[in-house]
């Protein structure tokens, strides 16, 4: 069984959705332990190999063979086809084919080119080439070539073959509705699944509906107008809209790179902008400070005031305190001087700051000493 089961973690797992939609927990794919399981060599082909018509053929059933068999008796399992530009669908569906049973040893028979062109149609790979793709796919075991397009009991049992794989819908062909319905009757089929959105056909389609662009590639690749089937004309038309495509991608790019400088621009002019605002509240904040109705300069202003009118007015002595008594200043007599004039009244006794002293008609006091010297 462990082909078997190796088989199942390969192929993709669908998660079963509940009710709410949700996928159900342990559904989830596990990691795959690491191992080399490439193959060195390709799958042989059939003609290459020992003949088996000296041994008896004895089929084995599905619950045989589903059981598992002997070693050395794998349940052989055949599939056919034409391949060609083989892909992941006909990969697809040769893993099934070889997961089918735990011990398989898997035929794969390919048709020649004259019976595909005689029933399906022409190919794009010939029957060589087709034979050598199959050959190194890594679930093939055998290659059997110029493959018959319907099963033959004799086919069968030359190639010692237990079951046919395909995929169950009916293959109608070669004046047949199904030419798989012998072997369906016989017990000798098993189903597998086709891979959906992949197949010869629709890789032929993409390839026509793009024919131009297909065409334009393979001209830049260095293929010639003869070789493509080409016409002088549609070579000439072709290598100009290869210019001009180049001019419109060469425009394209100046745009793209404009508009990531204009875009640059943009982003450097707005964060200038917010830095010169933030600059700008900054400076009306500290000129507020300074020059504002209570800024530090109003203040200065008045400490400095204060400091002048202390300094120009010194304080006065208050009213309550005692006169203090001068001291008598020493008087001089000007020389210009000669005579004083006589006193308009007499002289009336002043404060004790006169002491008693004489004064002049200009208010200026006279000693004793100057009295006597007008005397004499």
């Known amino acids: 069984m462990e082909a078997h089961g190796s088989a199942r973690l390969l192929s993709r797992k669908r998660k079963r ?41 004895q089929r ?30 006909h990969a697809r569906a040769l893993m099934q084919a070889k997961g089918l049973f735990p011990n398989t040893h898997l035929i794969v028979g390919v048709c020649s080119d004259e019976l595909t062109h005689k029933f399906k ?45 395909h995929d169950d819908i009916p293959y109608s062909s070669a004046g047949s509705d199904d030419v798989y319905k012998h072997i369906k009757d016989a017990g ?23 024919y131009d662009v297909y065409v334009r590639r393979n001209l830049q690749r260095g293929y010639t107008a003869k070789e493509l089937n080409v016409s002088f004309i549609n070579e000439k038309k072709y290598h100009l809209q290869e210019r001009v495509d180049k001019v419109k991608k060469k425009v394209r790019d100046v745009e793209e790179k404009s508009k990531e400088f204009v875009q640059k621009v943009e982003e ?19 000129f507020l400070q300074m020059f504002g109705p209570e800024g530090a300069l109003k203040h200065m202003l008045k400490e400095g005031k204060g400091r002048m009118l202390q300094a120009i007015s010194p304080q006065q002595s208050p009213n309550s305190s005692p006169l203090r008594e001068r001291s008598p200043s020493p008087t001089f007599r000007l020389p210009f001087f000669t005579k004083t004039s006589p ?34």
């Open 343 to 376: 006193p308009s009244s007499p002289p009336s006794q002043h404060s004790s700051g006169s002491r008693g002293y004489p004064f002049t008609a200009r208010g200026q006091a006279i000693s004793e000493d100057e009295d006597d010297d007008d005397d004499e």
């Open 121 to 165: 149609g022409f190919t794009v790979m010939n029957e060589d080439e087709r034979y050598d793709a199959v050959s190194h796919c890594r679930y093939v075991d055998e290659v059997v070539r110029n493959a018959p397009w319907t099963l033959t009991p004799e086919f069968l049992a030359k190639h010692r073959i237990d079951f046919v794989a």
């Open 60 to 89: 084995v059933s599905m619950e045989e063979a589903r059981k598992g068999t002997a070693p050395d008796r794998p349940v052989r399992v055949y599939a056919d086809g034409i391949f060609d530009m083989f892909h992941s669908g």
């Open 17 to 57: 959705e509940g009710s709410n939609g949700e996928a159900e927990e342990g559904e989830r794919p596990g990691k795959i332990k690491r191992c080399t399981v490439a193959l060195k060599d390709p799958a042989p082909f059939a003609d290459q190999l020992e003949s088996m018509e000296n041994r008896p053929y």
């Open 188 to 210: 000798m089929f098993a189903p597998t699944q086709r891979t959906e959105g992949i197949s010869t056909s629709d890789i032929i389609t993409r390839i026509v509906r793009d």
């Open 268 to 286: 450097k002019s707005i964060d200038l902008i917010q830095k010169w605002e933030e600059k700008s509240r900054e400076f009306i904040g500290n």
